[in-house]
C-alpha cells in the first residue's frame, strides 16, 4: 500500500551519508580503450560467422580445410579443391574476410601498442595465456585499481566470480547430488 509517511520516511533513509556508496566512473582513457575494444569485437564477430558458415557449407560436400588461424583461412581454402557450386555459394564470405582481417590486424597492432606504452597491462601480458588483448580488456574494465582495499572486492564483487559451494543437506560434503 502506497502511503506518504512511507515515501517521507523512504526518502529520509535514502539522505543518511552512509545509505549510498560512491560509484566509480571510468576513466576517459579507459572509456576510450573500451570503446576500441568495442570495435574489435564487432570486426571478430562476422569474421567467425562467416568462417562457420564457410566451414559448414564444405563439411556438406566433406571437404576439410587444414585447421590454422582465421587470419591465413582464405590462403588455406585456396590449397582445397571446391566445387563450382559451393564456390559461388561461399565467394561473398570469402571476400569479406580480407578486409575484416585486415582490420582486426589493426585491432590488434593497437592493442599492442597500448600494452607496450602501460606498465600494469605488460605485466599483465607476461601471465601465461593472457595476450595484448586479455591485458588491455582487463586493464580498461578495472580502470584505477587503487579503489580496491583488496584483491578479494575485485574478484568477488566487481567482477562476479564468487565460489559457492553446492552441497546436499548443508553438510558441504554435496553428498546426494
Known amino acids: 500500500m502506497k502511503t506518504n509517511r512511507r515515501d517521507a520516511h523512504t526518502l529520509a533513509d535514502a539522505c543518511r551519508p552512509d545509505a549510498y556508496h560512491p560509484a566509480h566512473r571510468t576513466s576517459a582513457a579507459q572509456r576510450a580503450v573500451r570503446a576500441e575494444l568495442a570495435v ?9 560467422r562467416s568462417l562457420s558458415v564457410i566451414r559448414a557449407l564444405l563439411r556438406r560436400e566433406s571437404i576439410r580445410v587444414p585447421s590454422g588461424s582465421a587470419a591465413a583461412f582464405v590462403r588455406r581454402l585456396a590449397q582445397v579443391e571446391v566445387p563450382p557450386a559451393v564456390e559461388r555459394a561461399i565467394t561473398p564470405l570469402v571476400e569479406l574476410l580480407t578486409p575484416l582481417n585486415a582490420a582486426i590486424a589493426a585491432a590488434d597492432a593497437g592493442m599492442a601498442r597500448r600494452v607496450t606504452a602501460d606498465p600494469v597491462a605488460r605485466r599483465l601480458a607476461t601471465t601465461p595465456g593472457v595476450g595484448p588483448v586479455t591485458a588491455v580488456a582487463f586493464r580498461a574494465t578495472l ?4 579503489r580496491f582495499a583488496r584483491p578479494g ?7 562476479g566470480l564468487v565460489p559457492c559451494e553446492h552441497s546436499s543437506g548443508g553438510n558441504g560434503t554435496g553428498a546426494g547430488r
Open 40 to 48: 574489435r569485437e564487432a570486426l571478430v564477430r562476422p569474421r567467425t
Open 143 to 146: 580502470d584505477d585499481v587503487g
Open 153 to 159: 572486492q575485485v574478484v568477488a564483487a566487481y567482477l
